[in-house]
């Protein structure tokens, strides 16, 4: 089972951000935080990913709570393109070999930007 | 980053029959994998491509269903064996370089089964 939970659908206004947010209380400490989006009929695309640290990218901004039970994904300025199903997922680091690597995917949230 | 190239990238076949996916890499990979994506759902896994030896199956996928082969660093193969109408999904390779590097995708197979 995906170790994260997020809501099923949130709404943004264009030109807006966009707070994503995820609860991942089980997290280990060797586990990273990524972020993926899924835009329909297309394979999913790499985000942005931490370990502890708040992390910003050309895409979107990750801040990571201290206890790490939970994270936001920022887009600053969402536009209509942004609209997709995000994936926050918790994954092992270290290591690699066997299924280690491997992205275990929950349901996501569906964001919707309107105009 | 890394480009990947998925063939076919749809397919309608006949039930019963079995279907080869291909996946194509750029450059050198350590893993690859394989996905499957149910109408309206996530993302499951199936199992890791290993390069010179058996594929890593994830519970409830088996080899007999789902074999994959893997000769090199950049190629891997799944195949669909016998297929029904409920492996109706988007199969979809991704590749990654390092367990805590971020994985790339491919942009699936749509199989429909008839």
């Known amino acids: 089972d995906a170790k994260t939970t997020q809501p099923t659908s949130m709404d943004c206004a264009e030109g807006r951000a966009a707070n994503l947010p995820c609860n991942h209380s089980t997290i280990s400490g060797n586990e990273y935080v990524y972020w993926y989006r899924q835009i329909h009929s297309q394979g999913p695309q790499y985000i942005i990913h931490g370990l502890k640290n708040n992390e910003t990218n050309e895409m979107a901004s990750l801040i990571i709570t201290e206890d790490r039970k939970s994270s936001t994904l920022i887009l600053p300025h969402a536009t209509l393109r942004d609209t997709a199903v995000y994936y926050c997922?918790?994954?092992?680091?270290?290591?690699?070999?066997?299924?280690?690597?491997?992205?275990?995917f929950g349901k996501g949230t569906k964001l919707s930007v309107k105009p | 980053s890394a480009v990947i190239s998925q063939k076919p990238s749809r397919d309608i076949c006949q039930r019963g029959t079995s279907l080869t996916i291909q996946c194509q890499v750029d450059?050198?990979?350590?893993?690859m994998f394989w996905y499957r994506q149910q109408p309206g759902q996530s993302l499951t896994l199936i199992a890791t491509?290993?390069?010179?030896?058996?594929?890593?199956?994830e519970s409830g996928f088996v080899i007999d269903k789902f074999p994959i082969s893997r000769p090199n660093l950049t190629f891997s193969t799944l195949t669909v064996s016998n297929m029904s109408p409920e492996d109706s999904s988007i199969y979809l390779c991704?590749?990654?370089?390092?367990?805590?590097?971020?994985?790339?995708f491919g942009q699936g197979t749509r199989l429909t089964v008839v």
């Open positions: 997922i918790v994954r092992v680091g270290g290591a690699y070999g066997g299924s280690q690597g491997n992205l275990i």
């Open positions: 450059s050198q990979v350590t893993m």
């Open positions: 991704s590749v990654c370089r390092g367990a805590n590097t971020e994985a790339f």
């Open positions: 491509a290993n390069q010179g030896s058996e594929a890593t199956y």
